[in-house]
């Protein structure tokens, strides 16, 4: 089945610079990258997504970017403010499921 | 419009007790699913459903059954309830599998198994 890894586990960054979160995943089957940033106490949330048939997308401070040939994809955060803290994961669409990374801790230090 | 609403936010329960996780959503989603996130381990898919009356196992399904009975509703019931499944539990949905659809999660439920 597919397996997703995800680096770093924690990242402290300071506010302005830019962070960035890898993720890998291992069936090439895979096709739809999710990424999900989760607030304390709260459910996972969408923030930006991407499919196997495109090689960047961008919203705003955020950008995703996908290497099929590598099985790997990144999120970008430019501009980093104190409310991006929170955890990251990401995702691979398998079959009809999905798979997550265990996640990235980002702290934005003011 | 409510989204996915999950109850209760918080549970206790004894070694052995049983009881039912709430999930219900409002937006008409074929596809829901249950969680459970464990520290370091992200989110590992317990069962999951594509539509009323069909559900399927994902990676952890050991100790847990579900049903769905209606669009709407699907709950997750822990037979016997151990220790190790102290862990907080999200329930999702969306419109897509996983070929492609944002998943839209509720608040979670925290249990506690002593």
């Known amino acids: 089945g597919e397996n997703v890894e995800q680096h770093p586990s924690t990242l402290s960054v300071q506010e302005g610079d830019s962070a960035v979160i890898k993720c890998t995943y291992s069936d090439s089957a895979s096709n739809y990258f999710p990424w999900y940033k989760q607030e304390l106490g709260k459910g996972p949330q969408l923030i930006i997504d991407i499919r196997s048939n495109v090689g960047e997308k961008k919203d705003q401070r955020i950008a995703v970017t996908l290497n099929k040939t590598a099985k790997h994809f990144s999120l970008h955060i430019t501009e980093t403010q104190p409310e991006d803290s929170a955890v990251y994961f990401c995702?691979?669409?398998?079959?009809?499921?999905?798979?997550f990374g265990p996640g990235t801790r980002l702290s934005v230090l003011p | 419009n409510a989204g996915v609403t999950q109850t209760p936010k918080f549970q206790v329960l004894k070694t052995g007790q049983s009881m039912t996780l709430q999930c219900a959503q409002d937006m008409n989603h074929e596809y829901m699913s249950w969680y459970r996130q464990d520290p370091g381990m992200g989110l590992r898919l317990i069962h999951y459903?594509?539509?009323?009356?069909?559900?399927d196992q994902g990676e952890v399904p050991n100790g847990y059954n579900v049903s769905r009975s209606t669009t709407e509703d699907f709950p997750l019931r822990l037979l016997s309830a151990a220790p190790s499944q102290t862990s907080v539990y999200f329930c999702?949905?969306?419109?897509?599998?996983?070929?492609?659809?944002?998943?839209?999660f509720g608040p979670g439920t925290r249990l506690t198994v002593l």
């Open positions: 999702a949905s969306s419109k897509n599998s996983g070929l492609g659809g944002e998943q839209f």
């Open positions: 995702a691979a669409g398998y079959g009809q499921n999905f798979v």
């Open positions: 459903s594509v539509g009323a009356g069909i559900t």
